[in-house]
């Protein structure tokens, strides 16, 4: 069966501290995608990033970042210098190839609160 | 840009109602589906839809039907609504060639959150 585990329920940070919230996933597949989605009050998901298992490579996009380690079936994401308006909900998925293709299977998320 | 649209934000019902939760996109996207998403257990998934008139059960079903008569259109039916139904319902699409794009096609709709009293 397919699992993505979010450990960290809630965070809470000051303002331009730099935080990390933790994804780890099992899988059957040898192919799948990982995603990573915020959740802002208005209750939409917005989609920050797809990583394909095939491709370990790190990625950086402005002050969030993501680690993407396959042997420790783990992706975490990092906001560096975080600000007000990242506070959200984030959830990290899974989507395999073969074992549950068509659907999304969410980590139970992170309630992320930046403090001024 | 593609809109996922639910019809209602906020929807309060009694136990024993007939509820119907309603989802439209406007981009043509062959998939649908219904999650619903609870604090500490994240989204899950009700059920799904390929084309019009299929559907697929997702890992949560019970207690819970679906209709998808037309192609924009996904409706999530509570044939008998309980309280232990309340709760947020996020709907989403996603075209067939969804795996060529980046976020790989899906979009979800802003969600409703309903009361069951």
């Known amino acids: 069966a397919q699992k993505v585990t979010q450990a960290q329920t809630e965070i809470s940070v000051v303002e331009k501290e730099d935080v990390t919230l933790d994804c780890v996933y099992e899988t059957r597949d040898t192919t799948y995608y990982l995603f990573w989605y915020k959740q802002p009050p208005s209750g939409e998901l917005v989609f920050l990033i797809r990583?394909?298992?095939?491709?370990?490579q790190n990625e950086i996009s402005g002050r969030y970042s993501w680690n993407f380690q396959k042997s420790t079936s783990s992706f975490n994401f990092t906001i560096t210098a975080s600000q007000v308006v990242d506070s959200a909900v984030y959830f990290c998925?899974?989507?395999?190839?073969?074992?549950?293709?068509?659907?999304?299977?969410f980590g139970q998320g992170t309630r992320l609160t930046i403090n001024p | 840009d593609v809109k996922v649209t639910q019809s209602s934000r906020y929807l309060v019902k009694r136990t024993g109602e007939k509820v119907f939760l309603e989802c439209v996109q406007d981009m043509d996207h062959e998939n649908m589906f219904w999650y619903r998403q609870d604090p500490g257990l994240g989204l899950r998934l009700i059920y799904f839809s390929y084309d019009v008139k299929m559907k697929e059960k997702g890992d949560i079903p019970e207690g819970y039907s679906v209709s998808r008569e037309k192609k924009e259109r996904f409706s999530l039916i509570l044939e008998s609504a309980s309280t232990n139904q309340t709760s947020m319902y996020l709907c989403?699409?996603?075209?067939?060639?969804?795996?060529?794009?980046?976020?790989?096609?899906?979009?979800f709709g802003s969600g409703t959150r309903l009361t069951v009293v």
């Open positions: 989403a699409s996603r075209p067939i060639l969804g795996p060529t794009l980046a976020n790989y096609g899906y979009t």
């Open positions: 990583r394909n298992s095939f491709d370990e």
């Open positions: 998925a899974l989507r395999g190839l073969i074992q549950g293709a068509q659907k999304l299977v």
